[in-house]
């Protein structure tokens, strides 16, 4: 079911997916190799998906921290570096 997903858990997966498009402004995706919720295999696969359809968008990678600590982790980041973009 997991890797060969049908019928309304396909159906919400395909809901919830965000990486078909092209960006027209600088990405990141933030993701942790610990995030055992999440793995670090979807962020790379949402920028693969980004670059074919001719966006660009940059992993950052937060290490071996979990679901929650890669929250934690990437909110400061995130505004940090959302405040740098809005002064250029």
Same mark, same amino acid.
């Given at each position: 079911?997991? /890797?060969? $997903?049908?019928?309304?858990?396909? /159906?919400?997966?395909? =809901?919830?997916?965000? !990486?078909?498009?092209? $960006?027209?402004? $600088?990405?990141?995706?933030? @993701? @942790?190799?610990?995030?055992?919720?999440? *793995?670090? @295999?979807? /962020?790379?696969? !949402?920028?693969?998906?980004?670059? =074919?359809?001719?966006? %660009? =968008?940059?992993?950052?990678?937060?290490?071996?921290?979990?679901? *929650?600590?890669?929250?934690? %982790?990437?909110? $400061?980041?995130?505004? %940090?570096?959302? %405040?740098?973009?809005?002064?250029?």
């Amino acid at each position: 079911m997991i /890797a060969n $997903p049908t019928g309304r858990y396909a /159906a919400g997966l395909r =809901a919830n997916d965000v !990486c078909h498009w092209a $960006p027209k402004v $600088p990405t990141r995706l933030y @993701a @942790a190799r610990g995030d055992r919720d999440v *793995v670090f @295999a979807n /962020a790379e696969q !949402c920028r693969r998906q980004i670059l =074919a359809r001719g966006g %660009t =968008a940059e992993i950052i990678d937060l290490g071996d921290v979990d679901h *929650v600590g890669s929250a934690i %982790t990437s909110l $400061p980041l995130v505004r %940090t570096w959302f %405040t740098g973009l809005s002064h250029h």
